[in-house]
């Protein structure tokens, strides 16, 4: 089994996780394609062909966050936009688009 190195203070994930027999160049070759394709996508598109996508996969929508902006100490995010700012539920909703956003799990909860 792997061990955690001193260096991954904030925890670490490893493909032989899902797969042990992974090695890099296959995984590698598995996402190569499908990346260069999404890349080229971007270039002429932009992010809004991503934002659905986006959307079904986000863990972060409907969490609670805390964030340097001002103006929005505290909410719940939304998602992003078409522009790819993280929108945060704060009374009205909010663009986060610099700083930082932070996510703790409530206590007991």
Do not use: M, N, Y
């Not at 203070?9 to 394709?37: K, S």
């Not at 809004?48 to 805390?66: E, K, S, Y």
Request: charged share 20%; glycine share 12%.
């Amino acid at each position: 089994p792997l061990e955690a190195s001193p260096g991954f203070d904030t925890g670490w994930a490893c493909l032989h996780e899902i797969d042990a027999e992974a090695t890099a160049p296959a995984a590698l070759h598995r996402v190569v394609l499908p990346l260069a394709l999404a890349l080229k996508r971007f270039e002429a598109e932009g992010l809004t062909p991503f934002v659905d996508a986006w959307q079904r996969r986000d863990l972060l929508a409907g969490q609670t966050v805390t964030t340097t902006q001002p103006g929005v100490a505290a909410g719940v995010a939304e998602g992003i936009d078409e522009h790819g700012a993280l929108r945060v539920r704060c009374g009205d909703v909010h663009r986060v688009v610099s700083g930082e956003v932070s996510v703790r799990a409530s206590v007991g909860g």
